[in-house]
Every structure is written in C-alpha cells, then in structure tokens.
C-alpha cells in the first residue's frame, strides 16, 4: 500500500509568484485535505476536496485554490505570494465514510520559501 | 468556533518517569478528539483516536467533557517517544472533517 506522497519537497519562490504543489492520495482514499504549517504551529486547515468538490475551507483567501483529479490526486494553487505564506504544506489522504470522520494520513509535506 | 491548546510548548522528562501532555479543547458541538505524533524526520502520523479507546505505544488518553480535555499520559517515559505531539479534534457529521490542531508539544525524555 503507498502513502501519501507530495511534490516538490521545497520550493523557493518570489513575493507576487504563483505556485502550485501537488499530492498523491494514499491508495483507496477519495478524500484529501491540504494544512498549512507556519514555523512554531500546528497544521491549519485550508480546504478538503472529496470526489473532485471542494467540501469545505478553513480562513483562508480565495488566492488559495485547488483541484482534485479523478485518481483522487490533488493540487493546491497559491496565487500573489506573500512573504506569510513560507510554511510547510501537508497533504492528507482519508477514506471518507458517509457519516464518519475518518483517520487522515499525512505526507511529509512541501516546504515553501518566499523572498 | 473550535479550539485546541496545548499549553506546553516543551516538555522534558527522565527516562521511566511518568509523561502527561496536556490538550485542551472548545467546542460547542460532539468532538472527535486525536493525538498525532511527529518524530525526528517523520511525517505527522495517528497516535490515538478517543472514540477507540485503546492503548498505543503506552500512551492512553481519556477524553473529559467536563474539563474539556484530552490529555496525554504515558506511566513510563522511553527514549524513543521524544517527539513533537499534536492535539487536534474534528467535528462529527458535518460536510467536510477538518482537523484543528494545537500548536504541539515537543517531549524531551532525557536518559
């Protein structure tokens, strides 16, 4: 069974840049949310996508976007950096159950740099 | 809205002495609580869930809706359980299962 696997594992980019990561659910799993995690904090929420809808978005402006393929792959988009937005992103897989909060499953993350 | 503090920042202890990481949470609804753990150069993984009430790695943790916390304890520290620990919760039978996670607790267990 493979994990949830992320791409780039770093990433520098310059303020106004877009930049785009991606994720690779973890086999069976049709549920992927995306966290933010600045230095020092735990993981923010920013959006959970299930069956290629987004199904639900923490505080977050809409310059933060994404997509979910088919496969059940993802992409988070981040438009007009910012220098608040260096952090690292995860990625989480879970096989949503109707009715049920299921155990995500991390992978190991993205981290952007902006200057 | 839904909180969750971790009021330690650091915690150290000795080998085989006792460990409680403290997890406080707000929240109006049902909560589903979690602890995630990290290691050194590890992605962020499951610990415990409260709803499954069982015993990982030592670690238990009872879910008390009185004081709202869900705290941590381990009665006997090993040297690979430092780590950075994660309280979080999720809401239960709403559209999307986000996490809201603490700011995380680095446990230190000193040989």
């Known amino acids: 069974e493979t994990g949830v696997t992320q791409s780039p594992t770093h990433l520098i980019k310059t303020r106004g840049q877009q930049v785009t990561l991606r994720c690779s659910s973890q086999?069976?799993?049709?549920?992927v949310s995306w966290y933010q995690q600045a230095l020092g904090q735990g993981p923010q929420f920013i959006f959970q996508?299930?069956?290629?809808?987004?199904?639900g978005r923490g505080n977050f402006p809409p310059r933060f976007s994404g997509l979910q393929f088919p496969n059940y792959s993802s992409e988070l988009n981040v438009n007009a950096l910012e220098l608040d937005d260096s952090a690292l992103y995860l990625c989480?897989?879970?096989?949503?159950?109707?009715?049920?909060?299921?155990?995500?499953?991390f992978g190991p993350g993205t981290r952007l740099t902006v200057l | 809205a839904q909180r969750v503090t971790q009021p330690e920042k650091l915690l150290s202890v000795f080998k085989g002495a006792p460990v409680e990481l403290k997890c406080n949470y707000s929240?109006?609804?049902?909560?589903?609580l979690f602890w995630y753990v990290q290691y050194s150069r590890q992605r962020l993984q499951l610990l415990l869930r409260?709803?499954s009430r069982e015993s990982i790695k030592g670690f238990t943790a009872d879910l008390n809706k009185g004081e709202t916390s869900f705290h941590l304890k381990k009665p006997f520290a090993q040297e690979e359980d430092s780590a950075m620990y994660y309280c979080?919760?999720?809401?239960?039978?709403?559209?999307?299962?986000?996490?809201?996670f603490g700011k995380g607790t680095k446990l230190s267990v000193i040989p």
């Open positions: 979080a919760l999720t809401t239960r039978g709403a559209g999307s299962y986000q996490l809201t």
């Open positions: 989480a897989s879970s096989p949503r159950t109707s009715g049920s909060g299921d155990t995500q499953y």
């Open positions: 409260h709803i």
């Open positions: 929240y109006s609804g049902s909560p589903e």
């Open positions: 086999s069976g799993h049709n549920t």
């Open positions: 996508y299930y069956r290629e809808e987004e199904n």
